[in-house]
């Protein structure tokens, strides 16, 4: 469970990474600038602890000299103060930092502690300083450094002022002693760095506000830049969209001779080379409708005069010998073949030119079913066929005289070829489609003649061939397909075969046919 | 001869093609017609003065003159019953040529018998009318042929006539266009619509103030038509 806030930011951030993805623009400038603050970042950081080196350095290299100066004074003094014991030292010890003390705040740049006389590591040393600096601001290895040897030792530090907060500084400590009563004092410079560390904000203030102001201009030119070389990507973007939605005249402008113009030119010759490929195939198209119009016309005209012709002599023939008679007989039985045979190619050639066009009306393909099977014909043959499902309305949008003569071919082709005498026709339909299917139980096919079955001019079995063009079953696909639908065959030999015509309803689609043809057992 | 076929119903046949024009000539004639040919479309207009046919065979695929340019002068001048030949069964030209005049269609090839019933049922009046019919300002006599409205004759094609006697001798019923097919074009020509919606909506520029809005014959949708009984 996610609380609602929580989807309204992941909402909103799934929307800026759709953003992102999508506007190429905003990944060159965001990158630009990411990859620029990182530059700019580690060079000011580089050039910042330079300048706080240095800084450094030169502080701590005068605030030793300084204190070395100090110290040799007090040694000198202290040489020539004659001191009878520890209090007496302590006091002289006392006035001279109250001395130096002086000096330095004459000039306001350090302060100065005595710790001391120095006794057993551990134990506490009375302090003396100048200032409000306590002792135990004094960082502690330092203190031990000095005790423990001869020499010069400094650290930086953070010494606490009143008020709770710390301040910069640089402690230089020395032991010092006092010759006459040999005791051993602490002594401390506290310089301030306040100055160096003044310097470095600035410095660094400086630095970020430089960087920041960088920053934003080359975003801006990233900007700029992006526009320029994007521009003309957009440019062909829409000009590739216009030509996809079939505007085949839209070319690019042609500006200059940079890798751009070069694209825009290669768009432009890949658009003159589809639009010429477009235009050669709708003139074929157009030449293949004209030659089937042409060949059309051209051969009903002689085939309509043979045809009277073969009419006559064959209403006359009972007054002619026996065999005359059978020859007008031929004659009229085979152009009405022929007749077919036309019609047939005509049909067939209408499809590969695609020049066939549907005649839409709400079809119930049970009642086209119903209507189909009380064709005298079949009762005349003894041809028992039964409807299944055609009790209830399946109605979708189809041309109706092409539904009409797809299920005849199915249910003539199943009464003359499976030499069987039970044909059943089933309707069903679900949400996307409605589905037809004629089954016999005749022989069935084999493999490789129901692979065969939509061919042209295929038969089965040549002997069977009881008239027809052998045209009817690829005609029969081409009406289903150019539905949108499909005519499918399930087979099994010596079980029978099933032809299944799939057509889609209105806004859906046959992928999913309302029923299935027949297969083999185990095959699926 | 016999003292019957004195008056023998004649036939012009306007094709191009000679053998077809014959075997037309051949097996009308042998129906017991009179057939006269024209062989190009130039020559009908003459034809029409000279041989006076009572039906007119036109074949479409004319040279020279189109097929349809030779219906429309017809109907310029005369109101013979027009049967159309058609190589093509593309329904867009069988609906142009209703439109320029002709009234019924048939689809080459074709049976002799269907083609002798077509012609025999445009030669036959259908006689839906019996005596002379007042409807509105309309008057139909059948004695005539002739209809006039508010005293003016209009002209109408004898299967123009047919249609109109047939919806307005009972007005009222809704005709479908099967039963309107059956009774006027006198055979049964399955699910042919176009046929009857083509002739009605000529029949309604000839007869209508506004065919746009019909007040006299009005269309069920999904039916058929009838005729609104004048108030």
Redesign the interface.
């Known amino acids: 469970m996610t609380s609602p806030r929580e989807g309204g930011w992941r909402r909103a951030g799934s929307a800026v990474a759709g953003f992102w993805r999508r506007s190429l623009r905003l990944r060159v400038v965001g990158s630009t600038v990411a990859l620029t603050s990182l530059a700019i970042g580690l060079t000011g950081w580089a050039l910042l602890a330079q300048v706080a080196d240095g800084l450094a350095e030169a502080r701590s290299t005068s605030a030793v000299a300084e204190a070395r100066a100090g110290f040799d004074r007090v040694r000198a003094q202290l040489e020539t103060t004659a001191v009878a014991d520890a209090a007496a030292a302590s006091e002289a010890v006392a006035q001279i930092v109250d001395s130096l003390t002086q000096s330095g705040q004459g000039e306001g740049r350090y302060d100065v502690v005595v710790a001391g006389p120095l006794g057993e590591p551990g134990e506490p040393s009375p302090v003396r300083s100048s200032g409000n600096v306590a002792a135990s601001a004094i960082p502690e290895d330092l203190v031990e450094s000095v005790g423990g040897s001869d020499g010069l030792f400094w650290r930086f530090a953070e010494i606490p002022v009143t008020g709770g907060e710390t301040r910069p500084v640089v402690v230089v400590g020395s032991r010092l002693d006092v010759p006459s009563t040999g005791d051993d004092y602490g002594i401390y410079y506290v310089f301030s760095t306040a100055d160096q560390q003044a310097t470095l904000n600035l410095v660094r203030n400086a630095l970020a506000l430089a960087g920041l102001a960088m920053i934003v201009m080359v975003a801006g030119v990233a900007l700029v830049m992006s526009r320029q070389v994007l521009e003309p990507v957009r440019l062909a973007r829409r000009t590739a969209e216009r030509f996809a939605a079939g505007h085949l005249e839209q070319r690019m402008h042609v500006r200059g001779e940079d890798d751009l113009a070069r694209l825009s030119e290669s768009f432009n010759q890949m658009a003159a080379s589809l639009q010429s490929q477009i235009a050669r195939l709708e003139n074929l198209s157009k030449l293949q409708q004209r030659f089937v119009s042409d060949v059309s016309h051209e051969l009903r005209t002689p085939l309509t005069t043979i045809k009277m012709a073969g009419d006559v002599l064959h209403e006359a023939r009972s007054g002619w010998d026996p065999s005359t008679a059978r020859a007008a007989e031929l004659l009229h039985r085979e152009l009405q073949r022929f007749e077919e045979l036309l019609a047939d190619l005509m049909d067939l050639s209408r499809f590969d030119a695609g020049a066939a066009q549907l005649e839409l009306e709400p079809v119930d393909l049970a009642e086209v079913a119903r209507r189909v099977v009380d064709d005298p014909v079949l009762s005349r043959k003894h041809i028992d066929v039964r409807v299944v499902g055609a009790n209830r309305p399946v109605v979708t949008e189809a041309d109706l005289r092409r539904v009409d003569r797809v299920l005849r071919n199915l249910v003539a082709n199943a009464a003359a070829y499976s030499r069987s005498k039970d044909v059943v026709v089933t309707v069903a339909q679900n949400s996307d489609c409605v589905s037809l299917s004629v089954r016999d139980h005749g022989v069935g096919l084999t493999s490789e003649e129901s692979l065969r079955v939509f061919d042209r001019f295929w038969r089965a079995d040549p002997a069977r061939a009881a008239g027809g063009t052998g045209l009817g079953l690829s005609i029969a696909r081409g009406d289903a397909r150019l539905h949108g639908g499909d005519l499918r065959v399930g087979s099994v030999a010596g079980r029978g075969t099933d032809f299944v015509l799939t057509l889609p309803k209105p806004g859906g689609d046959a992928k999913q046919p309302a029923l299935e043809p027949m297969r083999e057992p185990g095959d699926g | 001869m016999s003292h019957r076929r004195t008056h023998h119903d004649r036939v012009l046949i306007v094709d191009d093609?000679a053998?077809?024009a014959e075997?037309?000539s051949?097996?009308l004639e042998?129906e017991g017609l009179t057939t006269a040919v024209c062989r190009s479309g130039d020559k009908v207009p003459a034809a029409m003065g000279s041989f006076r046919p009572d039906v007119v065979l036109l074949d479409l695929?004319l040279p020279g003159v189109d097929g349809m340019e030779v219906c429309r002068r017809i109907r310029e001048s005369s109101n013979v019953p027009i049967v159309m030949l058609t190589?093509?069964t593309d329904?867009d030209d069988v609906v142009a040529g209703l439109a320029a005049g002709a009234d019924d269609y048939i689809v080459?090839?074709?049976?002799?018998?269907e083609?002798v019933a077509r012609i025999r049922a445009r030669l036959r009046r259908t006689d839906q009318l019996l005596e002379p019919l007042e409807f509105g300002d309309i008057v139909l006599d059948p004695a005539g042929h002739t209809v006039t409205r508010g005293g003016q004759p209009l002209e109408l094609t004898p299967l123009e006539f047919d249609l109109l006697a047939c919806l307005l001798g009972t007005p009222e019923q809704v005709f479908t266009r099967e039963v309107l097919l059956q009774k006027v074009w006198g055979y049964h020509h399955p699910g042919d619509t176009k046929l009857v919606n083509v002739h009605m909506t000529r029949l309604r520029s000839k007869i209508e103030d506004d065919a746009e809005n019909p007040s006299i014959i009005r269309t069920v949708r999904g039916v058929g038509y009838q005729a609104i009984a004048p108030s």
Do not use: E, Q, W
């Open positions: 093609d053998s077809l075997m037309l051949i097996v042998g695929m190589a093509r329904t080459k090839p074709f049976k002799n018998s083609l």
